[in-house]
């Protein structure tokens, strides 16, 4: 039986909320629940799902919703309990000696963190811009984790910062370490001398993870957001980034990563590329560059990225790292012919999509449907954070529900032989990945064992060994599992191939003289170098998002946003469109 619960005024964040959900479902005798706030694109969530009521009609968008599947309705009292317990400790500062003060509106967040030099959004998408355009006017740096922005907003809010000397990371910009200190779904990286700008979030931490592994360090790794190539933005972020980091005194080595940009895009930055006197590496994930040009290196995947800027940065030759892999002997039934990849990182996912059609020479791409990278003759590479897997639950980095319920799905198939999967660590991500996925990947490798067949999965862990999860606990209990682990995600889709006996093999390649290019002057204001050094920050949304900021020696104000004027955008824009006009601004 369904049972709906309005708490009238209590906004809370989206991820929050998933979390709560997550926690709720945990409790004996609720056979579903879902917590939104009740805006109307949630009541149709709640339609989809099959926990539509008629009080949901009653709620506004500033209301929490509750839905309960449950028989008795006793349980209604111990849940409402939990969501008190719950919330209650989302709302506690950073305790006594915490660098974490707390704010109640936009007017005491700018006055506590006056000195502050970034402001953090994780809020809902169709209230970002507004408020983005608060934090830009009071010369803030901004960092944009929400998604859902309009790219017209997107194109002029970039703008505006550009000409306020300022940059937008963002919107939807998932990692980010500025100083050393981590930003939202972001490894734990030692501090060192490379310098990473990237239009995609876990291609940041896949490289930036291997960098540290290779005993290098970052300066900052400033995340775009992944339009910001798009002809539509043109770029606007990175270029002024790149420019930031040549003239870093701290920075040695550029690292740009990227899926390819728009033509004219791209022809813009590796002009500016070209312009800086660092060595620079690029990662324009689908190109397969032949050749590296003086200064400027050209990789083909985000582990050639990682050791190309290591050897820049130890003054090394640069070379293609040989590897030897140790293909385990293997009998596979004739019908199992396929690999099927379930990832939590998009990007990673499209790297592992990327090699698999050249190694196995795929042509003639089927219509994939919505979250597959790759459907192609049995093969499928799935990105399981992609919109139609996350409407209204957590990210599979948060919640493993929906790849454990894939990952049984391809092991019952007959016809794979191979799944590919990523555990991804970090602040953000799941505190134990690795135990939740255990128990299914040895029951569906017992279960193939009992029909005749042989099923690997491979997997790679993106992660340091200064991550809050335990690194080397997490690759035992993946081994212990079954699971061969690389070293990388491009080593574990190689593998892969190797196994189906089709091997990629790495070639170095020559290095040609720079084109002739009309130099670019490299002009970053003073606030952007003072990015670099930023120490404080202003949270606007995710608690969580203030941990890793503090626990690596950063200060934060932590403002409790909530949407005025009941949420209605019209009126928010008059309202601020008012204040402008009585600032005089």
Known sequence: MLHTIIKANSYQDSIVLMLLTNKLNTIDGVHNVSVMMGTPANKDIFKTGGLYTDELEKASSNDMVIVLDIEDDSLIDQVLAEIDVFLEEQTKGGGEGSDEEIAKTWDKAFELGKDAGVAVFSIPGTHAALEIEKALDEGKHVFCFSDNVAIEDEKRLKEKAHEAGLLLMGPDCGTGIINGIPVAFT???????????????????????????????????????????KAEIGGITLKDSIMTLEKDPNTEVVVVISKPPAPEVRDEVLNLLRSISKPAVTIFLGEKPAAHEENLYRAYTLEEAAQIAVQLLNKEDVHAVKETLTVPAHAFKPEQKYVKGLYSGGTLAYEAAMLIKEGLALTGDEHAPEGFILKNQGHEIIDLGDDVYTQGKPHPMIDPTKRKEMLEEAGKDPETAIILLDVVLGYGSHANMAQELAPTIKDIKAQAKADGRELFVIGTIVGTDEDLQNIHEQETIMKDAGVVLCASNAQAVRLALAILDHPLTQEDKVI????????VAIEPTEEMLALLT????????????????????????????????????????????LNKVELGK
């Open 187 to 229: 490894n734990a990286v030692r501090k060192g001398k490379i310098g990473v700008v990237g239009a995609s979030g876990t291609g940041i931490q896949e490289v930036t993870t291997i960098i540290h592994k290779l005993g290098g360090g970052v300066t900052n790794a400033i995340g775009t957001g992944g339009r910001d190539l």
């Open 512 to 519: 040609e003289a720079q084109p002739a290019v009309t130099p």
């Open 534 to 577: 930023n120490q404080g920050f202003i949270n606007i949304g995710l608690r969580s998002f203030s941990e890793a900021i503090i626990n690596h020696g950063g200060k934060v104000v932590q403002y409790d946003w909530q949407p005025v004027a009941g949420g209605n955008i019209t009126l928010q824009k008059a309202l601020q469109f």
